[in-house]
């Protein structure tokens, strides 16, 4: 019998002790056979353990449309890293118009091979080429429109813990029959590597991941030129930890919080993002910050309400834009922009500007 992967990880902390966080997290989610993400039958939504932006209707899509529209005007690479269920991008190609979607090459970027046969199947009678890889390192530098929803939060992290005298490493112990948490000291060069620029309270937690680094740099070398929409949960560091001693940490199963530690490889792992640490890596690949703010923003930027009105649809749009139930400002879209190409994407905008609002109202009392 296939060792589970609850016993491979048990066996790694019988052998060596504790693992580091990171290392379970990774493990539980991309393991080539059992990893959460690795399966084919991989999916959100009703059918899946949590739903995302995309699973809410083509709304999303058609709005996003509106941008991708303004860059296809001439020709370029349209990528989406971590597609999922490949949903959102289904939804742009059937909104673009053929003229738009002829001057693109689409590319899929997924980490597993399962996921990626499923992904060809869904994507076998698009309209357009669509290409499918495991690593945005894979493309060479191209005029690019890369995409990325709820990715980042999906990026292995590590643990830390303010305490007296410095941070403690979060790593992961085995005892009576549960997997439990187990903290160390942190290196000195895990420290420097990771640790929040600001302080934290003694007992407060932050999250992150040790591999930020070097995916933006593989999409900062994909865009010449180029824009990097990322969407995700979280927030600028302020916005967060200080206010959240527990960090951010969570599981989801069956649509369920659930415990990050319990069942790996069938339980979802996330955490918010920091957006400043993404803003201070990108800056420093060489990627320029074209905006920031709350998802809803973006989108009544681009025309939600519009499209909305238009497809008779306000019942989604409630759901994109609600902070309580919906998607709403607890989500944060970030556009990096390398060779000025978000200006022409309409992806170059304060989202902080008060007019923008009115502007989507006017949109839909057609103003
Ligand atoms: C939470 S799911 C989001 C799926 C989809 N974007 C959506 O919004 O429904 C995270 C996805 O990112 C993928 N992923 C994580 N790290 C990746 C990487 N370095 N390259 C490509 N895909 C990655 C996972 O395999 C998974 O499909």
Request: charged share 25%; hydrophobic share 40%.
């Amino acid at each position: 019998m296939p060792t589970s992967l609850e016993g491979k990880i048990r066996a790694r902390i019988r052998d060596e002790g504790p693992v580091p966080f990171c290392w379970f997290m990774e493990t539980a989610l991309y393991d080539d056979e059992q990893g959460y993400y690795a399966k084919a039958s991989f999916t959100t939504g009703r059918e899946g353990d949590f739903a995302t932006a995309p699973d809410t209707g083509p709304l999303l899509g058609a709005t996003l449309a509106e941008a991708v529209a303004s860059f296809a005007e001439e020709p370029g690479r349209l990528i989406e890293v971590g597609p999922g269920s490949g949903r959102l991008m289904q939804d742009l190609l059937t909104t673009l118009d053929p003229d738009a979607v002829g001057k693109l090459e689409v590319v899929l970027v997924e980490r597993h091979e399962q996921r990626e046969e499923a992904l060809a199947e869904r994507f076998e009678d698009a309209p357009g080429q669509v290409r499918i890889i495991d690593e945005i390192g894979e493309l060479g530098p191209a005029r690019s429109f890369l995409l990325a929803n709820e990715v980042l939060d999906a990026l292995p992290c590590e643990v830390l813990q303010r305490t007296d005298v410095g941070w403690d490493r979060l790593y992961v112990d085995f005892k009576e029959g549960s997997f439990i948490e187990h903290w160390e000291p942190a290196s000195d060069e895990l420290v420097e590597r990771l640790a929040p620029l600001q302080d934290l309270p003694v007992g407060n937690r932050y999250e992150t991941a040790p591999s930020l680094r070097s995916f933006m740099e593989s999409i900062e070398q994909a865009l010449d030129p180029g824009l990097a929409l990322l969407m995700d949960y979280g927030d600028t560091f302020e916005h967060v930890w200080p206010r959240r001693p527990d960090g951010t940490l969570r599981g989801f199963h069956d649509h369920a919080h659930a415990s990050p530690l319990m069942h790996p490889g069938r339980t979802d792992i996330t955490y918010d993002v920091d957006f400043s640490r993404v803003q201070r890596i990108a800056e420093h690949t060489g990627l320029n910050v074209a905006s920031f703010g709350a998802q809803e923003r973006l989108l009544v930027h681009l025309g939600l309400m519009r499209i909305a009105k238009e497809q008779d649809d306000l019942l989604t749009a409630k759901q994109l834009l609600m902070p309580a139930t919906g998607f709403g400002a607890r989500f944060k879209t970030l556009v990096l922009d390398h060779g000025d190409a978000a200006a022409k994407a309409n992806l170059q905008v304060d989202l902080d500007d008060p007019n923008l609002w009115d502007a989507g109202l006017r949109d839909i009392q057609g103003r």
